[in-house]
């Protein structure tokens, strides 16, 4: 069982920057990717961000050059720079770990709000 627990979120004005954080914990688990995902109300839950563990990343087209994943695999961490945020931006952000074993596990979230 994964435990992922989530920080960094809230309010931020167009054009400025928020880190989310995500840290797993437990036992027995064998980590294959790390990601972020996001849900804005009435929207339906979208990848953001992905990072396997040999450090191959993925990004969305709508973050591409604004957002940054990296991770600690020592901490079984990762982080999401958001750089240059949108009103569009405005969503929760949930951190998501895939296993090897084809497990995949699901944080709670985290709000990230951009509003003047």
């Known amino acids: 069982q994964v435990q992922l627990v989530e920080s960094g979120g809230g309010l931020v004005q167009p054009g400025g920057s928020l880190r989310l954080s995500c840290a797993a914990s437990?036992?027995?688990?064998?980590?294959?990717?790390m990601g972020w995902y996001r849900q804005a109300p009435g929207k339906q839950r979208e990848l953001v961000a992905t990072?396997?563990?040999?450090?191959?990343?993925n990004y969305a087209d709508s973050v591409k050059d604004r957002f940054t994943i990296s991770r600690d695999n020592a901490k079984n961490a990762i982080y999401l720079q958001m750089n240059s945020l949108k009103p569009e931006d405005t969503a929760v952000y949930h951190c998501?770990?895939?296993?090897?074993?084809?497990?995949?596990?699901w944080g709670q979230g985290t709000q990230v709000t951009v509003s003047s």
């Open positions: 998501y770990v895939g296993q090897l074993s084809g497990t995949g596990s």
């Open positions: 437990g036992s027995g688990f064998s980590i294959y990717v």
């Open positions: 990072i396997l563990s040999r450090g191959s990343r």
